[in-house]
């Protein structure tokens, strides 16, 4: 998979949520947050979907444990002292289409004949659909989607309740 959408999707629940797991649990480690401490960082930014905190297929399944793993690095930033921002990095209908927004919404693929390799081409291209139609002739919205903006709001409020006991997350 080439985005979060497409990896849960084309490998399933169960063995996307392994592969996660291995990942998570080798990806973010003390020493790791130690060294940031020690280079005067400090706020870590950690990204998150909407998805982890009201499922929707395919996420329902593959993002299990994603909760205690945030919470986990958390832990570790306030034991070196550091601040923690939880951004809000991919929504609904993907903010930018692009894969960091956890799904292309649009791509072309190319093929490059001196190197014989086929390639993709999304950025150029950005068709998200997350605050409604987009009309790139007129440069405006012909039609906004409330359902997404109002869900946005929603995960906002929860990972707002989610973590303000927390003392180093800003």
Known sequence: GMDSYSFCRALGPEEANRQLRQHWDTWVTEK???????????????????????????????????????????????????????????????????????????????????????????????AAEWAGHFDTTKQTYTKINYTNINNTLDIVERIIIKYRSYDNVV
């Not at 790791?32 to 905190?53: H, K, N, Q, Y």
């Not at 993002?63 to 601040?83: F, N, P, T």
């Open 32 to 126: 790791e947050i130690a060294e940031i401490a020690s280079l005067g960082v400090d706020t870590v930014r950690i990204p998150v979907g909407d998805w982890m905190f009201k499922p929707y297929y395919p996420y329902i399944g593959c993002y299990d444990g994603a909760h205690e793993q945030v919470d986990r690095v958390i832990k570790l930033c306030a034991k070196y002292s550091l601040k923690v921002m939880i951004d809000l990095h991919a929504v609904r209908g993907s903010q930018n289409g692009l894969d960091n927004s956890g799904r292309t919404e649009d791509l072309r693929w190319t093929y490059n004949r001196t190197e014989g390799e086929f390639h993709f081409s999304h950025w150029s291209i950005r």
